[in-house]
């Protein structure tokens, strides 16, 4: 099912989504596409978007046999700025709303969904004093520069007011705490309406 909380059975579902059958939705980073299968499964419309390669094939792979599921390689501005879909809700757990830059991207989403629909996502918290663009250099090969991975971190205040300088309304944000074990990082979780009004990107 869509888990906003990538931890099995912890934190919040597509309840956060408020879905019915025929729904189209968006998943910005599907990965290996469980988050993606489950919407198609209840009789709606679901696009997974990832830019790996790997994730994808493994999508394809177990959920072979799922109808009404569409999955594309793709970066999630450019897919946004090329289909034609409007979708009731776009979401992201621990995925492009994460590693791109809102001001481009919170316009590109407002823009493709319907009025009324929702965005919701998640991601780490940030770490503190650590706030707007953060980067990180991810290893690869031995003969290879490490990759530059950036990433948006914002306290939940913060996110509110983006989200509402962008044309979302009802915005909430709440960090969700670890689940028992040994982790004692929780999740951000974030989600807006989209307003009436059309905002322009910057």
């Known amino acids: 099912m869509v888990r906003l909380d990538p931890v099995p059975d912890h934190g919040p579902g597509a309840e956060v989504l408020g879905l019915a059958p025929g729904d189209r939705v968006l998943d910005l980073g599907c990965g290996a596409g469980g988050n993606s299968a489950h919407p198609a499964t209840l009789g709606m419309t679901s696009v997974g978007i990832d830019l790996s390669a790997g994730q994808l094939g493994k999508a394809r792979e177990r959920w072979a046999g799922v ?51 929702v965005l919701a996502f998640s991601q780490r918290p940030p770490v503190e004093g650590c706030y707007g663009c953060q980067a990180s250099y991810i290893p690869r090969g031995p003969d290879e520069d490490p990759v530059v991975v950036k990433r948006w971190d914002y306290e939940p205040d913060t996110w509110a007011l983006i989200l509402g300088e962008h044309g979302f309304t009802d915005v909430s944000v709440s960090v969700l705490a670890a689940p028992p074990g040994n982790r004692r990082t929780g999740t951000l979780l974030v989600r807006g309406v989209r307003g009436g009004q059309a905002v322009s990107p910057a």
Do not use: C, N
């Open 67 to 117: 109808g009404g599921m569409e999955l594309h390689q793709a970066d999630a501005l450019i897919h946004l700025a090329d289909t034609s879909m409007v979708f009731d809700a776009v979401y992201s757990v621990f995925g492009a709303m994460w590693f791109t830059d809102p001001g481009l991207l919170l316009p590109a989403v407002h823009a493709k969904l319907r009025p009324g629909g």
